[in-house]
Every structure is written in structure tokens, then in C-alpha cells.
């Protein structure tokens, strides 16, 4: 797992409840851990049936507390009062299994133990991801207990459906590691710079068929799109991603758009442009279509093939236009994947396609531009400005992105 800039430093309580699904947070406060966050683990007796606090130590190489009257850092508290400090220094606490006995602890204002005591000590928002068996989940007493969390602000990381340990199957399993740090971008992005603000990204190599099983694409996985719409959540936007590409997994909470050839994406970002902040035309969009699609499978029965090509539609000229009239997006970004003159060719790009931002890489090299996870690019704004950022991680890159189009916004 590679560090993520949200997560840098910030101090999680994990509070850890007696569920079968305990060890699942295992993974979970590795990857925190592996992600920069300071993870300090709150177990409840019960979860100590199921793992121990020695596995919670060892990956987030901090002490684990559990025991409210021993007064020592090995399981219980260095002092009588510590809870408070462990408490003001949180940026998040998460309650991960959540078991409906904390979950009614917490909604009553119990006190019995550290986690619950610790509960209420917190000024920080309160994440519940419970984990239980179906029918417990659906119970009118656990979903009173829930009403009156979120009700309070609590944030829900909600169980999803599968098979259960006892071999039943409903609603109340524990989701995977990925999904839970997924949610957590999102709660803990939620103030960011562009909270409040809808972005809508492209990503991936559009489709243009020739018949039912062929098409011509290009190289651009939509790697660097999915980077800019998950730093765009942590930044607390909302998010729309109109993808061209299935390989990717999506960002957890950002409304996804299928799309495949230029003309379904010009159509889906035409229809998501209305009420937006910003557009990211990140994706790789065929500048030729075949002038017809055949019905049938093109057979191999003559000695060669022409397939005449026209040109399929610049979707950021269109942007281009509609924007004239309603005046949204109120921020467009564009790309250009150039070969020579990359400067030269990404000014006239700017100017000619009306952005407020284009991100040119040079797609020449190995490490940077198509399928890569690193990229190497230059900025350039409206005012001549331009910035050339080194090779770093596409998620960097993406983060870079977002924040100029805060500063834009903003
Ligand atoms: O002109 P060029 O294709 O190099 O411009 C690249 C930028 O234009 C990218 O942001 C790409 O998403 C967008 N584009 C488009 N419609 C096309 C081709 C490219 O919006 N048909």
C-alpha cells in the first residue's frame, strides 16, 4: 500500500469490536498504517476472544489499550485520564467491527468500558462500520440505535450482502479493506478544498467499432483519470467519472459512467456538465471513427481491407460551445498526449480548445504517460503560466491537478 497524502499523519482510534470479522481490521489498521495515519487501537473484551491486541501492535507499531483500570501502556492506559488525551488528539474515530452491543452503547451514552468511554470523549467525527448477522442487522432495535447515531452526525460505513459465518446469507458482512479505506477518504475528505463542488472526469481509451467484435482504441488505460477523480474525493468533491475503460477498480464514491465510443462519452459529458465546478477531459478520445459499423463480423474473404475513417467529435469543443451559453463548466482541464513540440503544440491546444488548464505529457517516454503509474507533465494555464512537475505518481499528479483547480475555483 502506498502512502496517501490524506491519511499522512492523521490520528485514527480504531475501536475494535467483538465480531467474527475483528480480523478483517487487522488489515485494515496495516494499510492505514502503511497509508501514514498514526493508528491508536481501542479493543473491547469481547474483540480480544477474537484477536489480540498483540496483532493490532504489531502492525501499527503503537500501543493497544483495552483494559480502563490498569493503569500502564500494555493494554491499558498509561495513566487513569489518558483516554482524554488519546481522545483530543483524534482526528477520526472508526468503530470497525461495530457489534450492536458498542452500537447501543454508543446511541445511549453508556460508559462501560474504554471504547465507549473513549466515545464520548471524542470532538471528532464518528465513523460505525458494523459487522454482524443479517437478521441482528435488520432488528428494529439496531436500526433504532443507528438512527439515533447518524442523527447525531455519525457517519455509517455500510455492511454489505453475502454469506455470513453461520452460513446464512443477508445484509451485515464487513467490506473488504479496499471498500473500508474507500469510505474513510470520504468521510475524512468530506471538508476539503472542494467540498461543495462537482467534478466531472473522463478517463480511458474511447471505442470506436467496426462490427460486433472489433474496434480501434488506443493505449490509455485511464489510470491517470482515476487518479485525478479519487484525489477529487479526497478533496471532498463529488464526483462523476465517465469512464471508457473496465479494468480499473472505480474510486469508492464516485458516480460511475460506462461509456465507449467518443460520441456515448460526448453524450454522457454533455449531459453531467450542467451543474458542475470543473471538467477533466482526461481521457484518451479517438479523434477517427469508421464511417460505418458493419452488422455482421467483417469476413476475411478479400486479399486486403479499406476502411474509410471520418472524424468523430471533439468533445471538448462542444464543451466548448455549451459553455458559452450557460457559463458551466465553470473550470475545464484538458490534456494532450504529444510526441514533439510539447510545449509549443499544448499552447495552441489551450487556446484553441478554450481551457482554463491543459496537462501535457510526453508520451515518448517509458515511465510517464500511457499505462504507466508514474507521469511527468506540464501545466499550463490561461495566463502563460507553466508548471513542470517531475516524474511522480500519477495519484501525485492527480493531487497536483485538483489542487490548481481548487486554487481556480477557490
Ligand atoms: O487535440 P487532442 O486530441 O490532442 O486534444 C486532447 C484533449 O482533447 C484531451 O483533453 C482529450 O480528452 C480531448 N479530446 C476531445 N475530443 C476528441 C479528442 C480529444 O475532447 N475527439
Request: net charge negative.
Amino acid at each position: 500500500m502506498n502512502s496517501i497524502a490524506l491519511f499522512e499523519g492523521k490520528r485514527i482510534i480504531l475501536g475494535v469490536c467483538g465480531s467474527i470479522a475483528a480480523y478483517k481490521a487487522v488489515d485494515l489498521a496495516s494499510k492505514l498504517t502503511q497509508a501514514g495515519a498514526l493508528v491508536d487501537t481501542v479493543m473491547t473484551e469481547a474483540a480480544q476472544r477474537f484477536v489480540t491486541p498483540l496483532s493490532f501492535q504489531a502492525v501499527t507499531g503503537r500501543p493497544v489499550y483495552s483494559d480502563m483500570w490498569r493503569a500502564d501502556a500494555d493494554g491499558g492506559l498509561p495513566n487513569h485520564i489518558a483516554h482524554i488525551g488519546l481522545a483530543e488528539a483524534a482526528d477520526l474515530l472508526l468503530v470497525c467491527p461495530a457489534t450492536a452491543n458498542t452500537l447501543a452503547k454508543l446511541a445511549h451514552g453508556l460508559a462501560d468500558d474504554l471504547l465507549s468511554v473513549t466515545a464520548l470523549a471524542v470532538d471528532c467525527p464518528l465513523a460505525l462500520a458494523p459487522a454482524m448477522d443479517g437478521a441482528m442487522y435488520e432488528s428494529p432495535a439496531l436500526q433504532g440505535n443507528l438512527e439515533i447515531l447518524l442523527g447525531r452526525g455519525a457517519q455509517l460505513i455500510e455492511p454489505e450482502a453475502g454469506r455470513f459465518a453461520s452460513g446464512l446469507v443477508g445484509t451485515g458482512r464487513l467490506p473488504e479493506t479496499s471498500v473500508l479505506i474507500g469510505r474513510l477518504r470520504r468521510i475524512i475528505g468530506a471538508d476539503g478544498e472542494l467540498a461543495g463542488h462537482k467534478l466531472v472526469v473522463t478517463a480511458g481509451g474511447t471505442r470506436e467499432a467496426l462490427d460486433p467484435v472489433r474496434f480501434i482504441s488506443n493505449r490509455s488505460t485511464g489510470k491517470q483519470g482515476y487518479a485525478i477523480a479519487q484525489a477529487a474525493i479526497d478533496a471532498g468533491a463529488e464526483v462523476v467519472l465517465i469512464s471508457a475503460t473496465g479494468y480499473l477498480a472505480p474510486p469508492v464514491g464516485a458516480t460511475m459512467v460506462a461509456v465507449d465510443s467518443a460520441q456515448s462519452m460526448l453524450e454522457a459529458v454533455l449531459e453531467n456538465i450542467s451543474d458542475s465546478s470543473a471538467l477533466v477531459m482526461a481521457a484518451a478520445v479517438a479523434d477517427y471513427r469508421p464511417q460505418a459499423v458493419s452488422e455482421q463480423k467483417i469476413k476475411k474473404s478479400q486479399a486486403d481491407l479499406s476502411l474509410p475513417l471520418v472524424r468523430a467529435p471533439d468533445i471538448l469543443m462542444a464543451v466548448k460551445a455549451q459553455r458559452g451559453q450557460t457559463g458551466y463548466p465553470m473550470i475545464v482541464v484538458g490534456f494532450a498526449a504529444e510526441s514533439e513540440n510539447l510545449v509549443e503544440n499544448a499552447r495552441g491546444k489551450l487556446q484553441g480548445k478554450g481551457l482554463d488548464l491543459l496537462v501535457a505529457n510526453d508520451i515518448t517516454a517509458a515511465d510517464a504517460g500511457f499505462a504507466a503509474d508514474t507521469n511527468r507533465v506540464v501545466v499550463l494555464d490561461m495566463d502563460g503560466g507553466m508548471q513542470a512537475i517531475d516524474l511522480r505518481s500519477k495519484a501525485d499528479i492527480g493531487a497536483y491537478i485538483v489542487e490548481r483547480i481548487g486554487g481556480l475555483l477557490n
